[in-house]
């Protein structure tokens, strides 16, 4: 019997190839089988089978930033040559 199918390459990680064939194969599938097992999600869903989104920060954590950079541009604020220096100030 003729199968309908076609073969494509992918370039990727080697590291990563193996993680997910290791993880793959404990999940009793192949590389094969979880990429089509991908694809056919992506095309019920209209898209990718999850949410792929840029990491927004949180309120809390932008202000931290601004923060932070306000007080890098502070001419008043002190200055260490290294982390050792500053531990060495906070002891005290």
Known sequence: MATNT???SVRM???LKNQCETLYNKLGM???TAINVFLR???RS?????????EQPNKETIAAML???QI??????????DVEEALRELKK
């Open 41 to 43: 999600q992506s095309l």
């Open 30 to 32: 192949n590389l094969t």
């Open 67 to 69: 923060e932070a950079e």
């Open 13 to 15: 990680d080697r590291e």
């Open 46 to 54: 209209g898209g990718f089978p999850f949410e792929v989104k840029l």
């Open 6 to 8: 076609t073969t494509f």
């Open 72 to 81: 890098a541009r502070d001419p008043s604020v002190k200055r260490y040559s």
